[in-house]
């Protein structure tokens, strides 16, 4: 369609210039789903709402009659940068049924991972990806907290505040929860893979009694089917880090 795009995790950025960047990506937990994501860090509410709209109106009048972009609504804030989410489908009809997209080579630039923030997916064959299927593999070894993280960040990816609270409501955790707050924390703080796993192990310090610890592990039972499941993995494994 005309756009500039760069590879990233899960999928790729389209930029628009003076309208921002935008990553469009499928969620990990369901691949026929597809989200576009911005982050903004200008701090005044009016102008912030003015970029976000501006960003859309200029991503949809690009794909107009390919795919239609639901408006950005606001996922998360930490550290002066707020992450806003939305729905992306493909229209029905469009070319893209029956055709292949053809892209530029002019059109494509690989961005390097110092210059994003964001590594681009590496294509060399003797790179593999995790299996994630599990939190101990048959040779009962733990998989490595850098995988946990990877699909931790990509479970948390279209969560916001209000799923993050109805979750933890839904385990029984209390307002004054020792685990609730440290996952609170952790999901406030998770803007990439490097924040979440600085985050966990600094929470992961907080949980010393006994109480606290036996909370964690039936918090690690319950949360075995949802979005939280990796982030627990991550804190249950540093807490415990000791035994291992």
């Known amino acids: 369609m005309g756009l500039a795009i760069s590879s990233c995790t899960g999928g790729f950025r389209v930029k628009l210039g003076s309208s921002g960047d935008v990553d469009i990506y499928a969620l990990s937990s369901s691949p026929d789903h597809v989200r576009a994501r911005i982050k903004v860090k200008e701090t005044d509410a009016r102008r912030r709402k003015e970029m976000i709209v501006a960003t859309r109106e200029s991503l949809a009048g690009s794909l107009k009659g390919v795919a239609r972009i639901d408006p950005f609504q606001i996922s998360r804030k930490a550290e002066g940068v707020s992450i806003y989410n939305a729905v992306v489908e493909m229209e029905t009809g469009s070319p893209s049924d029956d055709a292949p997209i053809e892209i530029s080579e002019d059109a494509i630039e690989v961005i ?58 839904m385990m029984g955790l209390k307002r004054s929860s020792a685990i609730r707050l440290a996952l ?58 000791s035994q291992y």
């Open 184 to 241: 609170t924390r952790i999901f406030r703080n998770a803007l990439n893979v490097t924040e979440l796993e600085s985050a966990v192990k600094s929470e992961a310090l907080k949980i010393v009694t006994p109480e606290d610890r036996v909370e964690l592990q039936t918090v690690k039972s319950l949360s075995g089917n949802g979005f939280l499941n990796a982030v627990v993995d991550l804190l249950w494994q540093e807490t415990f880090n």
């Open 112 to 169: 390097a991972d110092g210059e994003t923030g964001i590594a681009a997916k590496p294509d060399a064959p003797d790179v593999f990806e995790f299996d994630f299927g599990l939190d101990i593999d048959d040779g009962n070894h733990l998989k490595t907290a850098s995988s946990l993280a990877e699909k931790a960040m990509s479970q948390l990816e279209s969560v916001d505040a209000k799923m993050l609270r109805q979750s933890l409501d």
